[in-house]
């Protein structure tokens, strides 16, 4: 089995999945016992209540909200930057100034790269050998 990095703890194992045997049974049974306090409240739920309520890390809910596990549908956002924590629309994840610095970070990065190829492309000249020396 290949060496993996656990995409929730970032700790190293033998497997193919990308959570570790230990995050994969921790976030399944939190996972459970979130979706069953969101389904048996009558009102929209916030993730701070969530983790208050059942004593989970904020960490579990936004990874399994960011993979597709929960539904953000019954849970009241608190409507912050993931990055900086500024104020941002409902239906956003990052406000408009981390989202304009990711990009020209990325634009930075996609000229980088197309310099170092362009480098890596020129020919190079011939190494001369020493006269003399054989």
């Known amino acids: 089995m290949p060496l993996k990095q656990c995409t929730y703890c970032e700790e190293y194992f033998n497997g193919v999945t990308e959570l570790c045997p230990k995050c994969s049974k921790n976030l399944d049974e939190i996972f459970a016992r979130v979706k069953k306090f969101i389904y048996s ?7 701070a209540e969530i983790t208050e309520a059942l004593n989970v890390p904020e960490k579990a809910v936004g990874f399994l909200i960011d993979k597709g596990r929960l539904t953000t549908e019954h849970i009241g956002m608190d409507n912050k930057c993931r ?14 100034d981390c989202v304009n610095i990711v990009n020209k970070d990325l634009g930075k990065f996609k000229n980088e790269m197309a310099e170092m190829k362009q480098t890596a492309a ?7 050998p020493l006269r003399g020396l054989r």
Do not use: F, M
């Open 83 to 96: 990055l900086c924590g500024a104020p941002i629309p409902s239906n956003a994840t990052y406000c408009k």
């Open 122 to 128: 020129k020919p190079t000249k011939e190494i001369q």
């Open 41 to 47: 409240s009558r009102t929209e739920v916030s993730i």
